[in-house]
């Protein structure tokens, strides 16, 4: 019986505080104001003298075309041969410039593309990254 009592307490109160309508705060009106603005918001701006807001749109200039030029030869000292540069495939630098990743990426391409005529593919690489 003495366990029983807490229990039936808050089942009581539970109750009760169901049954009691939720209110909103309003206004004089009776009118609930949920959305009524914070005091502490800085109030709109007012252009002076009523004159209207424009904002001054920059227009782009046009486009330089990209013109990608390819390095000068590479000269393998393993064969003694100059073999040329591959063009850059799509060059992301600042004004159409090869990046280094652009280069290391043609690099790389070129010693497949040439095998043995590129000798150490290590070494060429190295030299055609730092050219």
């Not at 049954?19 to 949920?34: C, E, K």
């Not at 410039?97 to 593919?121: P, W």
């Amino acid at each position: 019986m003495v366990r029983r009592l807490p229990l039936v307490a808050f089942a009581a109160l539970t109750l009760l505080a169901s049954a009691l309508p939720a209110r909103a705060q309003s206004n004089d009106d009776g009118v609930p104001d949920i959305m009524r603005p914070e005091p502490w918001l800085a109030p709109k701006y007012k252009s002076p003298a009523g004159t209207p807001q424009r904002p001054n749109t920059v227009r782009p200039s046009p486009a330089q075309p990209r013109i990608a030029v390819p390095p000068p030869p590479i000269y393998v000292p393993q064969t003694g041969r100059l073999l040329p540069n591959m063009p850059a495939v799509s060059p992301a630098g600042p004004g159409g410039r090869e990046t280094f990743q652009d280069r290391a990426a043609r690099c790389h391409h070129q010693a497949g593309s040439y095998g043995a005529d590129a000798g150490d593919r290590t070494g060429y690489i190295g030299s055609c990254v730092n050219q």
